[in-house]
């Protein structure tokens, strides 16, 4: 019998690894929980950096602004479905651009309901409606990887959507959210390798972000989408031969035996 622990260690790659040798029965993987993220590889001097809720267009099209400085970085967004319509009504085309210039959209509830207290049929009803929205404003059906749950809680319900949508449950490793100077001066400098990184678009954290692209250049760091992050640890995982590669709260795994 698997257990959960057990089970998460076997994620992703390790999984299909563990499938492949017929070390894990199918009815156990339909079973567990859907894959969870907390950080990636330590072996990259990159971040993710991901915003959440994303409800003020000026503080979006400021954070555009921003990127277009840095082309070389990527990032990801989890909006609410309520701020990818209000948006695209202020600022037509705003999510296609970010999307049309390589950062990432992910899901993170219709308008910040909390998925504690949503049955799993109305939670995958939320994401659809979700979906729609996305669908919309880019014009096309995105491949969505990433679900970020509100209020960072490991629901059943949204782990459930994320199992039925193939999308990975990704918390954080750390925040940047606070006083923007404050942040800036002390919180950013300990940025480790393969941090996710939680912002909101709000003007605190977009202030801190227009303080802290200029020293993550400066000093060699990346920022790249989570479907960098979440790809390059998997590969690493499956080239490790079921060995652990890192000690991380996730997506580790002792040798399987
Ligand atoms: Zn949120």
Redesign the pocket.
């Known amino acids: 019998m698997l257990t959960r622990r057990d089970f998460l260690k076997l994620t992703g790659a390790g999984l299909l690894a563990a499938s492949a040798s017929g070390l894990m029965p199918v009815s156990a993987q339909e079973a567990e929980s859907a894959p969870l993220i907390y950080h990636g590889s330590s072996r990259h001097r990159y971040v993710n950096l991901s915003y ?2 994303c409800y003020l267009v000026k503080k979006l099209q400021d954070l555009e602004k921003l990127l277009d400085q840095y082309p070389e970085f990527k990032i990801t967004l ?1 909006p ?1 479905g309520l701020a990818l319509l209000n948006n695209e009504g202020k600022d037509p085309g705003i999510w296609k651009r970010f999307y049309d210039k390589g950062h990432e959209i992910g899901y ?2 219709w308008d ?1 309901t909390n998925f504690g207290v949503l049955s799993p049929e109305a939670a995958l009803e939320d994401y659809a409606k979700w979906l729609e929205a996305l669908t919309q404003v880019l014009g096309a059906t995105p491949t969505v990887r990433f679900g ?1 749950p ?3 809680s490991l629901a059943y319900s949204f782990d459930v959507v994320c199992r039925e949508n193939g999308l990975v449950n990704t918390m954080w490793s750390t925040g940047w959210g606070g006083v923007t100077a404050d942040v800036v001066k002390y919180t950013v400098p300990k940025a480790r390798n393969g941090d996710i990184i939680l912002l ?1 678009i709000r003007t605190d954290d977009v202030n801190t972000s227009l303080g802290a692209y200029p020293w993550m250049r400066e000093n060699g760091w990346r920022a790249v989408t989570l479907s960098q992050l979440y790809d390059d640890l998997l590969t690493e995982q499956h080239e490790s031969a079921g060995c652990d590669v890192y000690n991380g709260p996730s997506l580790t795994r002792t040798c399987i035996e």
């Open positions: 959440d809720d989890f609410v993170h509830s910040h970020r509100t209020y960072g909101h």
